[in-house]
């Protein structure tokens, strides 16, 4: 077959995965990820064969993926969420020239803004933005002017990767940049664990947020300037007359 | 019950449901919905009630959702692609005080941008912006402002509502605000009914996409200054080293 599924599954329960999802899964001879998500996908399918490696061998996954596929098998590279952001689809796409004849399919999936917005209300209910906090592979200059250009643009933003035991702090780096231009009472909110064990969300501004510890795997949330907390739900609304 | 399920349910087509978006329709006595996306949801229930209606009556939808869900049934409204992403979620949490005793579950869903995103190739690989050209609901200078910030911030973006019959010529004045800051060989895309019949994608340059006529069922992409046409394919590198 020489191909390679790029596959994002969502936050790791069945429930979240799409049927093509699933389907690509179950086409795979091979299933290869990041140790955490196949420890999730894994049970799912008991009798297939994994690659698993740990964090920051992404592109020794990604090549392994790709090796076997070249060999004539079918693979499945999983992504927790969507395989196309901050996933594994662009380095699959940036190596696929070195490997002829491998054929790549991707699997778009619910990404963590996506699941974590619907479990705190409507926070993405009109323009929004997505940005990632970790400078490990994005200087972090990059990352303080998307940031001010989000809050000049009023967009509701999903930043993702907001905090890690390296990189404490920087949820709040993040808040003072957007206190800059935005009211302190912007209403925000937290998403953490969503569609695994222990999940649970937390609404608060702004200012609370910036005096907030979030871990690794939460995902924030930053209110447009039309965000309100309707009956507990945190929502942007489309502008609708209601 | 009183239950209301708001439900994103990807593209229609079946494969791009999850297996939680599935479960909440079959748990449903009633389904409501834009007549199109009845259409393509209903065939798969087809024992079910369900209530449809045209473009621009979403309110009526979303307060008959309610009445019925406050009269003790259990109802699925459904939105495409994401319910949270320019979708029903907003409006129904705003109504949702009207309704007492109402209890609302909004269902994430895979939205246009992810969907069209995995067709092209990784366009959102790294910070995206989002944003919707209708100026139906939104003032006109807000976009504009919103299209300035996602430049200057050099955020890859997705298009939402690109053009219709009322709005030609959206696509144009939108590409020369970019073309003020960004290259005009920027790399470009246009996926269209993306999961829906007789899908296509067509990769361009910003200078291009300027010229270029495109309708309501399509997502446009516009990249970030690192994102690159590698392999046929529209990437944007995360920014591992390959």
Redesign the interface.
């Known amino acids: 077959m020489r191909k390679l599924y790029v596959v994002?599954v969502?936050s790791g329960k069945?429930?979240?995965?799409?049927?093509?999802a699933?389907?690509a899964l179950a086409a795979a001879e091979l299933i290869c990820g990041y140790t955490a998500y196949i420890a999730l996908i894994a049970p799912l399918f008991p009798e297939k064969e994994v690659f698993a490696t740990g964090m920051t061998r992404?592109?020794e996954r990604c090549r392994h993926a790709l090796e076997q596929a070249r060999a004539g098998r079918t693979v499945a590279l999983v992504c927790s969420g969507?395989?196309?952001?901050?996933?594994m689809?662009?380095?699959v796409?940036?190596?696929?020239?070195e490997y002829g004849g491998v054929e790549v399919e991707?699997?778009?999936?619910?990404?963590a803004a996506?699941?974590g917005?619907?479990?705190l209300?409507?926070?993405?209910?009109?323009?929004?933005?997505?940005?990632?906090l970790s400078d490990l592979?994005?200087p972090w200059e990059?990352i303080e002017?998307?940031l001010?250009?989000?809050a000049?643009?009023?967009?509701a933003i999903a930043l993702y990767n907001p905090s890690s035991k390296r990189r404490a702090g920087y949820l709040r780096k993040a808040c003072d940049i957007l206190l800059e231009t935005k009211s302190g009472d912007t209403p925000c909110g937290v998403a953490r664990s969503i569609g695994r064990e222990g999940e649970s969300v937390r609404i608060l501004t702004l200012a609370e947020l910036r005096e907030t510890a979030v871990d690794m795997v939460s995902t924030v949330f930053v209110g447009s300037g039309a965000t309100r907390v309707?009956?507990g739900?945190l929502?942007?609304?489309?502008?609708?007359?209601?």
């Open positions: 994002g969502g069945e429930e979240y995965l799409t049927a093509a699933r389907a992404e592109l969507d395989a196309g952001v901050y996933g689809a662009a380095p796409l940036e190596l696929l020239p991707v699997v778009a999936g619910v990404t996506l699941a917005a619907a479990k209300g409507a926070p993405l209910g009109h323009d929004f933005c997505v940005v990632s592979l994005t990059v002017q998307r001010r250009c989000a000049a643009g009023d967009f309707i009956g739900k929502v942007t609304p489309r502008g609708y007359r209601v």
